[in-house]
């Protein structure tokens, strides 16, 4: 009979408490949400880092507003030096304390860690990388991953199809990295080339590992092509490296350059190599300094981090990545979980992240929120758009 009764006394504690205690989601409190977030903040990629940021940054302002339906946001934030392995592992130490994670950066990255999501039944909101690894997945895995970032090859093609149109490219190069994010690319080039019907050749591809750092043979091979206009899909600092050996060389052609390269920044390690670079924006974020919305973002996230000072544009990135996050959250309502979100996610449409950007559309059927790009120019340390955004089909 006595344990009868602790048997009571405990199931009376636990129902005063509203019951929380015996449905418990991972990362989640009653005052708490927790999201895990890996990114490289060193290594050859540090520079994208900025987005997770950003990302942190956005959660601070929005528990400085209250919070969403009364919980505070917390992210755990690891470094995976754009390491597939070292990424797993972090994911790893996540699980089972993070309800879902934001922004998993790098396509080696996302293609490595695919079925993590779905085996640990953990949302997996705005990652940054080749948008097919998703695509490719099945229907259930799918379920698990919330995509708002433009398909490399779509962008590609959109970036050489400008080239030829609107700048008269006869002869096109490509450089580009040696993984899934530089052969899409690849791909889209190539594509933009044929349905040219003979206006424009593609005269020479060069790629490069991610470990190297002497260009020069690169740049003068691209020199040699006799290329009129080169694509680039490399990090932010190769795409540096590359053009300042092209500087050395006396090769100017016409540069356009994938969004991942958007950020001004480009001018402190690029130096006037970078002016005139044309760059294709993301549909999913904004240019602080050229979109009021992305501006006044940008000012709010300097004032919970001011490192974000003078890396804008990365940092706006990142917390537009958190907002959608944020948004399934305060969709999902007070009793939240993994199934909750989903669902909360799945609500979204039409909607303009604080604003910025092409409209967001996830559903049941539809988890490719939003796949678009807006042509930019590099223009006296400004990056300025100077198209509105084409949209292009959601690939899943």
């Known amino acids: 009979m006595r344990k009868v009764g602790v048997f009571v006394l405990?199931?009376?504690?636990?129902?005063?408490?509203?019951?929380?205690?015996?449905?418990?989601?991972?990362?989640?409190?009653?005052?708490?949400?927790?999201?895990?977030?890996?990114?490289?903040?060193?290594?050859?990629?540090?520079?994208?880092?900025?987005?997770?940021?950003?990302?942190?940054?956005?959660?601070?302002?929005?528990?400085?507003?209250?919070?969403?339906?009364?919980?505070?946001?917390?992210?755990?934030?690891?470094?995976?030096?754009?390491?597939?392995?070292?990424?797993?592992?972090?994911?790893?130490?996540?699980?089972?304390?993070?309800?879902?994670v934001a922004a998993l950066l790098g396509t080696a990255v996302c293609h490595a860690a695919k079925d993590f999501f779905y085996e640990n039944k953990i949302p997996l909101v705005a990652p940054y990388g080749n948008v097919r690894i998703w695509a490719e997945l099945p229907k259930e895995k799918l379920r698990y991953v919330f995509v708002s970032y433009p398909d490399y090859e779509d962008e590609a093609f959109y970036l050489t199809d400008y080239g030829i149109k609107k700048l008269g490219a006869k002869k096109i190069a490509l450089f580009y990295q040696n993984d899934d994010y530089g052969k899409m690319a690849l791909v889209g080039v190539k594509r933009a080339v044929e349905e040219s019907k003979g206006k424009a050749s593609l005269v020479e591809t060069v790629p490069y590992?991610?470990?190297?750092?002497?260009?020069?043979?690169?740049?003068?091979?691209?020199?040699?092509?006799?290329?009129?206009?080169?694509?680039?899909?490399?990090?932010?600092?190769?795409?540096?490296?590359?053009?300042?050996?092209?500087?050395?060389?006396?090769?100017?052609?016409?540069?356009?350059?994938?969004?991942?390269?958007?950020?001004?920044?480009?001018?402190?390690?690029?130096?006037?190599?970078?002016?005139?670079?044309?760059?294709?924006?993301?549909?999913?974020?904004?240019?602080?300094?050229?979109?009021?919305?992305?501006?006044?973002?940008?000012?709010?996230?300097?004032?919970?981090?001011?490192?974000?000072?003078?890396?804008?544009?990365?940092?706006?990135?990142?917390?537009?990545s958190m907002a959608i996050l944020v948004e399934g959250i305060k969709n999902a309502g007070k009793d939240l979980?993994?199934?909750?979100?989903?669902?909360g996610l799945e609500k979204i449409k039409d909607w303009k992240p604080e604003g910025i950007g092409a409209p967001v559309t996830f559903s049941p059927e539809r988890h490719h929120g939003v796949n678009a790009s807006r042509m930019g120019q590099a223009k006296g340390g400004k990056h300025v758009p100077i198209e509105g955004f084409v949209l292009y089909k959601p690939r899943f």
Do not use: C
């Open 10 to 100: 405990v199931l009376t504690l636990l129902l005063a408490m509203g019951g929380h205690a015996l449905a418990q989601s991972p990362g989640v409190t009653e005052k708490e949400v927790v999201i895990g977030w890996t990114t490289p903040l060193s290594g050859p990629a540090a520079l994208w880092g900025v987005t997770a940021l950003g990302g942190k940054a956005y959660a601070d302002y929005i528990n400085s507003k209250g919070g969403v339906n009364g919980r505070n946001l917390k992210v755990i934030l690891k470094d995976d030096a754009y390491n597939p392995t070292r990424a797993l592992a972090n994911l790893q130490e996540m699980k089972g304390q993070v309800l879902a």
């Open 337 to 343: 979980n993994a199934e909750s979100l989903i669902k």
């Open 209 to 320: 590992e991610v470990t190297e750092r002497a260009l020069a043979t690169h740049a003068l091979k691209l020199k040699e092509s006799g290329a009129d206009t080169l694509v680039i899909y490399p990090t932010m600092s190769h795409g540096a490296l590359i053009l300042k050996e092209m500087a050395k060389v006396d090769y100017k052609p016409k540069v356009l350059a994938t969004f991942t390269l958007g950020d001004p920044i480009m001018y402190n390690i690029a130096g006037e190599a970078w002016e005139g670079t044309y760059i294709a924006l993301p549909g999913h974020s904004g240019v602080p300094g050229a979109d009021p919305e992305a501006t006044q973002l940008a000012e709010n996230l300097i004032k919970f981090n001011p490192e974000i000072k003078g890396k804008e544009y990365l940092a706006v990135h990142g917390a537009v």
